[in-house]
Nanobody, 122 residues
């Protein structure tokens, strides 16, 4: 059974930093591309960042320069380092995985975690 478990969310103030983790099991982690998405209340799930097995990285425009996606294949873990957090970053953050190529849209990812809440106060 494939499992993706996010952790590291919490309540922080604007300008603070936070690092999210995603522990993967039940899949050949190094063979999967991984992504982070987020969803705020009343909004669609939106792309945040992606990392391939190469690895190469891709970011949504609204987080470039602030967020860094990385992976540790030895630990089967995906990370999202977030800096200079803004209230607009408040959302549930989801870890995702896919075995093939595609676009940075939720439908192109095969597996999902349950999400972790990030709340940024002003």
């Amino acid at each position: 059974q494939v499992q993706l478990v996010e952790s590291g969310g919490g309540l922080v103030q604007a300008g603070d930093s936070l690092t999210l983790s995603c522990a993967a099991s039940g899949l050949a982690f190094s063979h999967y591309a991984m992504g982070w998405f987020r969803q705020a209340p009343g909004k669609e799930r939106e792309f945040v960042a992606h990392i391939s097995g190469t690895p190469s990285t891709y970011y949504a425009d609204f987080v470039k320069g602030r967020f860094t996606i990385s992976r540790d294949n030895a630990k089967n873990t995906l990370y999202l380092q977030m800096k200079s957090l803004k209230p607009e970053d408040t959302a549930v953050y989801y870890c995702s995985a896919r075995s093939g190529g595609g676009y940075f849209t939720p439908s192109d990812y095969d597996y999902w975690g349950q999400g972790t809440q990030v709340t940024v106060s002003s």
